[in-house]
T-cell receptor
Framework: KAGVTQTPRYLIKTRGQQVTLSCSPI?????VSWYQQTPGQGLQFLFE???????NKGNFPGRFSGRQFSNSRSEMNVSTLELGDSALYLC???????????????FGPGTRLTVT | QQQVKQSPQSLIVQKGGISIINCAYE??????FPWYQQFPGKGPALLIA?????SEKKEGRFTISFNKSAKQFSLHIMDSQPGDSATYFC?????????????FGEGTQLTVNP
């Protein structure tokens, strides 16, 4: 099975611009979560989508948004970029199991966003 | 509020030695505790995970020890190899109530010297 794919892998944007990142989950996985990774704050949860509905949201400003499509692919959008938004954005997919962990998550390689 | 604290921040061990990384959590509602391994330029990869009804879980050279009363859990890497050099993250989630949302520790950079 192909793993989680994220596009683009690298992105350079200017302050004030907006950006859209894409995530394709593992086939059959219906849950997609997004995380931000920075040296200072570590790995922080952004939001989770399940069957096209946002099920959980982290403590990020409204400039961060996302959506999920019927094929489970997900996008996240950051509007009015700030320098502090420079980070590795990771997408993770999981499926609902009947035993053990309900949500065993598999991460993609991430999109490295640099805001100048 | 930091809910999962991880130590040490960095760790250097010799090849063949045992690497031990510790985590402590605050929220007793956490019900799933995975460990992730991350190499530079890659996303975190799930190593091993445990639920609070089990005190220990072993998979190959990796073992999780879990102490529910102390709200602590640790990762032991036996016979550490240079290829194990990576950053390790503990995490916790409340699967029953918060789905797949993971709260991560700060990470431990492990270096295994040959």
């Amino acid at each position: 099975k192909a793993g989680v794919t994220q596009t683009p892998r690298y992105l350079i944007k200017t302050r004030g611009q907006q950006v859209t990142l894409s995530c394709s989950p593992i086939s059959g996985h219906r849950s997609v979560s997004w995380y931000q990774q920075t040296p200072g704050q570590g790995l922080q949860f952004l939001f989770e989508y399940f069957s096209e509905t946002q099920r959980n949201k982290g403590n990020f400003p409204g400039r961060f948004s996302g959506r999920q499509f019927s094929n489970s692919r997900s996008e996240m959008n950051v509007s009015t970029l700030e320098l502090g938004d420079s980070a590795l954005y990771l997408c993770a997919s999981s499926f609902l199991r009947t035993s053990g962990s309900l949500y065993e998550q598999y991460f993609g390689p991430g999109t490295r966003l640099t805001v100048t | 509020q930091q809910q999962v604290k991880q130590s040490p921040q960095s760790l250097i061990v010799q090849k063949g030695g045992i690497s031990i990384i510790n985590c402590a959590y605050e929220n007793t509602a956490f019900d799933y505790f995975p460990w992730y391994q991350q190499f530079p330029g890659k996303g975190p990869a799930l190593l091993i995970a445990i639920r609070p009804d089990v005190s220990e879980k072993k998979e190959g050279r990796f073992t999780i020890s879990f102490n529910k009363s102390a709200k602590q859990f640790s990762l032991h890497i036996m016979d550490s190899q240079p290829g194990d050099s990576a950053t390790y993250f503990c995490a916790a989630s409340m699967e029953e109530t918060s789905g797949s949302r993971l709260t991560f520790g700060e990470g431990t950079q492990l270096t295994v010297n040959p």
